[in-house]
């Protein structure tokens, strides 16, 4: 007989409307589970499989959603075609962020699953049903982009119990149209923490240093290059021996290739307007913590 392993997990699956975001949270006492539960497509929907996960149920779900099934009915379809349906557990939501659940009859207790308005949250093996419960009423009520809160949603899961084995791997999936690196792909942010005694935390704080890196700046954030800030790029420029010309608070021809060559070494290019002269206050923040003296 061939031993499947069996995931015990807690998972969310959810969407932003006004974002057209697409995304998976989930935690679960196995090595990289990032690997096998998130599935998502910009336009089709998301997809968490787990359980003796069979992990077709991914790109086969997705597939079925992007024929413009609802996620009820690519379920359906998955879940008949499936011979070990019984032990499988899987959630959904379609384009238009329409949910469905599934808890196979030979799912390990606590196993159960639950829908709302964009999202479906599941699990097994659980310390009891409270963990899909708080993800669910948190997801509901938290606030940021989609990201935050299916990791808040996974958050409170813990908090109420949690996967009864423990703690080892979490992750969260996120896709929107064009939402990739470049805009080339839909893939806006996939992060993993895959063997880690406080995964759950870890996975919050890639999360926060994504956005500094990547999250398109907030209204008021872009400040100008010039007078004093310009004299302290300068300076801060000195010290990271990018520029060895005068402080004159300018944004002159050299002072703009060196603060380009230091802001793309740090991988901020996506919060700089080197034609502009402008800088995210985020990031000011961070080359004065790691340059100033």
Not at 76 to 98: K, S, T
């Amino acid at each position: 007989m061939i031993h499947i392993p069996c995931l015990s997990t807690f998972s969310i699956v959810g969407y932003d409307p006004q974002a057209q975001e697409w995304g998976i949270a989930v935690q679960s006492k196995f090595l990289a589970v990032g690997a096998v539960v998130p599935w998502a497509q910009a336009g089709a929907g998301a997809v968490a499989t787990q359980s003796y996960a069979n992990t077709s149920f991914g790109p086969n779900g997705l597939a079925l959603m992007a024929q413009g099934l609802s996620a009820q009915e690519a379920l359906d379809q998955l879940i008949a075609e499936d011979e070990g349906r019984a032990l499988r557990q899987v959630g959904l939501v379609d384009a238009q962020g329409r949910a469905a659940t599934f808890t196979g009859d030979e799912c390990y207790d606590w196993a159960g699953g639950v829908t709302g308005k964009y999202y479906a949250a599941q699990g097994n093996i659980l310390v009891s049903g409270a963990t899909v419960e708080a993800m669910a009423k948190t997801f509901e009520e938290a606030q940021g982009e989609l990201a935050d809160r299916l990791v808040t949603a996974l958050t409170a899961g813990q908090a109420a119990g949690g996967d009864r084995r423990g703690r080892q791997a979490a992750a969260v999936l996120v896709v929107r149209p064009e939402g990739g690196y470049g805009g080339y792909n839909d893939r806006y942010l996939d992060l993993r923490v895959d063997d880690d005694p406080e995964p759950i935390e870890r996975l919050k704080a890639l999360v926060d240093l994504h956005h500094l890196f990547f999250k398109p700046p907030a209204p008021g954030e872009m400040i100008a290059v010039e007078g004093d800030l310009a004299r302290e790029v300068q300076q801060i420029l000195q010290w990271a021996q990018y520029y060895d010309g005068p402080i004159t608070g300018e944004y002159d021809a050299p002072t703009r290739k060196a603060l380009t060559n230091l802001i793309g070494n740090e991988n901020f290019e996506e919060r700089f307007d080197e034609e502009k002269g402008l800088i995210s206050s985020q990031v000011m923040d961070v080359l004065r913590e790691k340059f100033a003296r």
